[in-house]
């Protein structure tokens, strides 16, 4: 017998039910939106519907020659809308028999606002191609038959059941009486309705398939934060589960799978940082080598996600393996309902050559490219290259108080210096450290046998540089430093002292930062901060030539820095003045970021600046040391007074001589 249709009361019912959860879910993601668990308004759900259906159909329409040559379609639904109400009826069936069998599914359906968003779309579609059936007809058809959803939660699941119902019967059809019902699942299993929202764990119970469409905002959980260890262990199936990886990334290779081979299309509303991040890499390489990239939206911007510490996107992919190149459309948007054109066109074939199949969102890309496709990595260029953090481990950080000292205790101690007190080319002495809630000055950190074999490490010479800063910050260490975290130790066994001061001037350069910026810009923190992991800077593209040039102002830029933070505690005199050395590290900086431009680039701007170059002897050698005593330490050496006033004058001399140059000044824009 047919079910009877619920009455006015429980539409109230329903949507008070829907309105409870939602209130219910977005308290908790309030707490939680420094994790980046942020609700889908419903403006973005049918932006992204709009936009998934504008690029399904218009691959559709160029797979049956339906399209004009002159058509294009919109950043709206409305060209695609129109084009359909103006095709013949042979036409028109051809369309409305395909939409007829789509299966769309959203596997993270939440309370349904992506769902609701794909109903109102398909049934504009429907009445635009003139279907022979009733509106009740064509909503029981798109609920049946064309729209999915999965829901690990349950009152999630029947309030998606319950915001569908209530969209199926608003309409001008007549409402007959039923009897109150004791609850929402009552009210939905007398609708008549045979709903195809499952309530499932999508990664590991969900196999119903092919789906022509996968849209949704899957769940942003870090594994770490997944406290069941077998559940944890389960999804070890998935490729990209890998490393510190998060749920979204696998709900990614699920849905490829699901998806209809060579044909189905895949967007995501996902946090950006897997497209740097090292767990990403997996995933990353199925992107690049497995699906035909259609776009790529930053939607950071929006003033949602502005308290978060997430930064959206929306990935929309075809699962059809890449055989010849794609240009993808980038797309940054400030409002949802941008309509001007501002999307570039981006090469998805030369993401193969990035290391780690990174796919960058911002910065010089070009650059990028054509750097990776001449030069050799750091790691495949020095194979002795070690790379070390947190030497004494990851843990149990205040058990080292003990051997902090503010007097040296024997010949092997070393100084404890934190991430604060690393500069560009410079120490900053009188910094405190900030380290397991203690504030400490650099100090005496005393040797003990247990650590015989990381002493050796730590008593060569090396690079440092910062884990966190706004700017790649290395610089150069005599072997006199031990740092408990946030920063790295680089050593080349291999690798003389003038070989560290030129990678040195290298990876202070403003090339290399905006590669660095360009590839892993994503992962960027609050207030403009990004995190330099070693595994990123062992993928930096290097020359092939050490000149003797770059090791010699590398020398120059770390003597200007470290004097500049020492000024104070000289000996005034007129011979050497803050204003002079702040002029020459002005000059120098620009100086080196143009000869290493010119090393990589090779591009002549300059026939003298090329000369400067590849001279042995343009520049003064100058001896490492420091300009102050701060510390008496094996191999920390300091200059007197009288050795600092004769380098600031071979600096001067060298400033005049280069300065004389117009050629020179014209491309260095001073």
């Known amino acids: 017998m047919m079910k009877k249709k619920p009455m006015e009361n429980d539409f109230i019912y329903l949507r008070d039910f829907i309105e409870k959860h939602e209130e219910e879910k977005l308290q908790n993601q309030n707490r939680n939106k420094k994790n980046g668990i942020v609700y889908t308004p419903q403006n973005i759900s049918d932006f992204m519907t709009n936009n998934i259906f504008k690029i399904y159909f218009r691959d559709k329409i160029k797979e049956m020659a339906w399209l004009p040559s002159s058509f294009t379609l919109q950043f709206d639904k409305l060209s695609l809308l129109t084009f359909l109400m103006k095709q013949e009826e042979g036409t028109k069936n051809l369309v409305l028999k395909h939409l007829s069998q789509m299966k769309i599914l959203d596997p993270s359906c939440g309370s349904g606002r992506f769902l609701l968003s794909v109903a109102n779309l398909l049934l504009e579609l429907y009445e635009i191609l003139s279907c022979n059936l009733s509106l009740e007809e064509i909503k029981r058809h798109i609920i049946e038959n064309n729209i999915y959803g999965v829901e690990i939660e349950k009152n999630a699941q029947l309030a998606t059941k319950a915001r569908l119902l209530i969209w199926f019967l608003h309409s001008d059809l007549e409402l007959r009486e039923l009897n109150k019902q004791d609850n929402i699942t009552s009210i939905i299993e007398n609708s008549n309705l045979n709903f195809q929202i499952f309530h499932s764990d999508y990664l590991l119970e969900f196999n119903i398939k092919p789906f022509d469409i996968i849209l949704g905002n899957p769940p942003y959980i870090e594994n770490k934060k997944i406290e069941d260890t077998e559940y944890k262990s389960k999804l070890k199936i998935f490729d990209s589960a890998y490393k510190l990886y998060d749920l979204s990334i696998l709900f990614i290779e699920k849905s490829m799978e699901l998806l209809n081979q060579n044909q189905g299309y895949l967007s995501f ?126 843990i149990k950080w205040a058990e080292h108080f003990n051997n902090i000292l503010e007097k040296k205790k024997t010949y092997q101690d070393l100084l404890l210096i934190g991430t604060g007190n690393l500069g560009k080319y410079h120490i900053k002495f009188n910094k405190f450290i900030r380290i397991a809630k203690n504030n400490i000055k650099i100090s005496y950190f005393t040797y003990q046998d247990k650590y015989n074999d990381k002493w050796k490490l730590l008593q060569s010479e090396k690079l440092i540089f910062r884990e966190i800063a706004k700017e790649l910050t290395w610089v150069y260490d005599p072997g006199i430093y031990v740092n408990i975290t946030g920063l790295y130790q680089v050593i080349i066994k291999s690798f003389s002292t003038n070989d560290y001061f030129c990678l040195l001037a290298i990876m202070n350069s403003e090339i290399i930062n905006n590669v660095f910026n360009t590839l892993y810009q994503s992962l960027h923190m609050a207030g403009s901060y990004l995190r330099y992991n070693g595994s990123f800077i062992k993928r930096i593209p290097i020359p092939n030539d050490f000149p003797s040039s770059i090791s010699n102002i590398g020398r120059i830029n770390h003597f200007l820095h470290q004097l500049r933070y020492d000024y104070h505690e000289l000996i005034k005199n007129d011979k050497i003045k803050l204003e002079d050395i702040e002029k020459l590290i002005n000059f120098f900086e620009v100086l080196t970021n143009a000869l290493v431009e010119e090393l990589y680039l090779n591009n002549h701007k300059c026939k003298e600046l090329n000369l400067i170059l590849n001279s042995k002897d343009f520049f003064p050698v100058i001896e490492f040391k420091y300009p102050f005593p701060h510390f008496d330490i094996a191999n920390y050496e300091f200059y007197n007074l009288n050795e600092i006033e004769e380098i600031m004058r071979e600096i001067t001399i060298l400033y005049t001589k280069v300065i004389e140059s117009e050629d020179i000044m014209k491309v260095l824009s001073l």
């Open 269 to 394: 509303l996902i946090t950006n940082k897997f497209l740097a991040a090292d767990y990403g890499i997996k995933i990353r390489k199925k992107i690049v080598y497995d699906t035909i990239i259609k776009q790529i939206i930053d939607i950071s911007s929006l003033s949602i996600f502005k308290a978060t510490a997430a930064y959206p996107i929306i990935i929309s992919l075809k699962i059809k393996p890449l055989i010849e190149e794609n240009l993808f459309d980038f797309i940054r948007l400030d409002t949802i309902d941008q309509q001007k054109d501002t999307w570039q066109k981006r090469s998805q074939y030369s993401l193969k050559n990035l290391p780690a199949y990174v796919i960058p969102l911002s910065g010089d890309i070009d650059l990028v490219n054509f750097l990776f496709d001449n030069y050799n990595s750091l790691l495949e260029k020095f194979l002795d290259l070690k790379i070390t953090y947190r030497p004494f481990g990851f």
